[in-house]
């Protein structure tokens, strides 16, 4: 046996080389050749040369080689035994065939059993270009490798995290099907319904949302943001619950979407408290209003009528919950700054003087003043100071134009108009629905939204009262 181990210690990433092979001459020859086809790689070689079975077992345990040549026929020992023990003892170690002659049959039954490749050494200047590609496939092979093992371990992770989350965790597939391809253990506490469950019905997650919140769905579906989206699901058991969801769009190379991941929590109990917290700041808003009433008889009812016609326009223009519920509570205290005016003033029965005018047009100025100290959601203050104002600066009490009045306060200001002269006054008797109408519509676009009156319009005429 003929060991041959460069001893230069090498800085490069290093590359060993197993020669199997009886003819010294020929094993010195192919690392010649090798040598020098690989000078312009940045590494170093390290060669080890064996000629039998127990010589070549040592040396995958103890040399580790990066890749094998072997002679196609030795005394006592043959290239496809050098194979078939590479497969059993070191499976990812490539292996070359260099022999002096080898016919097609025997080259296709060399790569059949597991070579990489085969060299002729006639044509040994090929055997640098078969190392080199040896190399980059076991490389390539390992980083596969590599990858597919972080990605079972990151799979690992989170099926680990997923199951003992109290959150269910889902993956639904859209695309070339509609399935659930994940649903946590956790679906079972929260909706009763198992995974098994869900991989049975891919309707399932549709089905278990209430009724009344199924087109909300719908509209998740075919625009997914990574906003949260709060549902209402109906357990198994007929419970309902809250349920946060936040979903990822998952998209192929197309952009199209075949998949959405997600997670859901209940959050009912939240649901609850906010529920009792609207409830307990709705009735402050009717404190905030009926003391106003108190004080000013003849405008009873009024921010409640005129919050209910506000509201109505508000919901056939489209708005969003967020708008409605702006206008909602700026209608409902909307003259609310009236509470600091004498009330000889505000039921006098004949007309204002300019004084008295004056001082009842500072209201919207002071009920800003109250309500912008107040923490709300919404630009209730902001909406309530603008109520008297008119798209050509004609209004009180800063005289804004048009795209400086918002859209709420716009919605107000029409509904406003109608109630004050639907209804009767001190100084009046009551106009009429007719009259409030002729009014809107001889003024639209100058003083008041064209779009708001139109909607407004149509209501009435179908029959709206307060």
């Not at 046996?1 to 009886?22: A, H």
């Not at 919207?364 to 100290?373: G, M, N, V």
């Not at 919605?411 to 002269?421: K, Q, Y």
Request: net charge negative.
């Amino acid at each position: 046996m003929v060991r041959t181990i460069s001893d230069q210690e090498p800085s490069s990433p290093v590359v060993s080389i197993l020669f199997v092979e009886d003819l010294v001459s020929d094993a010195e020859l192919a690392k010649l050749e090798i040598t020098r086809g690989l000078a312009d790689w940045d590494l170093s070689l390290r060669f080890l040369t064996t000629d039998n079975r127990e010589g070549f077992l040592d040396a995958i345990s103890t040399f580790k080689p990066t890749l094998i040549v072997s002679d196609f026929m030795m005394p006592g020992f043959s290239g496809m035994e050098v194979i078939e023990l590479t497969l059993q003892h070191a499976p990812n170690i490539p292996v070359i065939i260099l022999t002096g002659s080898i016919n097609e049959e025997t080259a296709v039954e060399c790569m059949k059993a597991g070579a990489t490749d085969y060299v002729i050494k006639e044509h040994i200047s090929r055997l640098p270009f078969a190392v080199k590609d040896a190399i980059k496939r076991k490389k390539e092979e390992e980083l596969r490798t590599s990858a597919e093992r972080a990605l079972e371990e990151s799979e690992r992770k989170f099926r680990l995290i997923a199951e003992k989350a109290s959150d269910l965790i889902y993956r639904i597939e859209l695309y070339p099907e509609q399935k659930f391809s994940y649903v946590s253990p956790s679906s079972t506490k929260l909706t009763g319904y198992t995974p098994e469950d869900h991989y049975a019905n891919p309707n399932l997650g549709f089905e278990l949302v209430h009724p009344d919140d199924r087109e909300k769905l719908r509209d998740l579906l075919e625009h997914v943001d990574r906003s949260p989206v709060v549902l209402r699901w109906i357990k198994k058991n007929g419970e309902v619950v809250w349920a946060e969801q936040l979903n990822v769009p998952v998209y192929d190379n197309d952009g199209r979407l075949i998949a959405i991941e997600g997670i859901a929590r209940d959050v009912t109990e939240r649901q609850k408290a906010n529920e009792a917290l609207k409830r307990a700041f709705n009735s402050v808003v009717s404190v905030l209003s009926d003391m106003l009433n108190l004080k000013d008889p003849y405008t009873q009812f009024h921010e409640k009528n005129v919050a209910k016609l506000a509201l109505e326009i508000a919901e056939r223009m489209g708005l969003d919950e967020f708008a409605i519920e702006s206008i909602r509570v700026a209608a409902m205290v909307h003259d609310i700054g009236k509470i600091n005016i004498p009330t000889e003033i505000l039921s006098k029965p004949g007309k204002l003087s300019d004084i008295e005018f004056e001082m009842i047009k500072k209201h919207p100025e002071t009920a800003y003043e109250i309500l912008r100290k107040v923490d709300l959601p919404w630009p209730v203050a902001d909406i309530v100071y603008q109520h008297h104002e008119r798209l050509d600066g004609s209004g009180y009490p800063r005289h804004l134009k048009s795209d400086e009045i918002l859209l709420e306060a716009k919605i107000i200001i029409v509904a406003d108009v109608i109630e004050a002269m639907s209804s009767h006054r001190p100084y009046r008797a009551a106009l009429g629905f007719e009259a409030a109408i002729e009014e809107i519509k001889k003024n639209a676009g100058v003083l008041y939204d064209a779009k708001i009156v139109q909607i407004c319009t149509s209501i009435l005429e179908e029959g709206f009262r307060f």
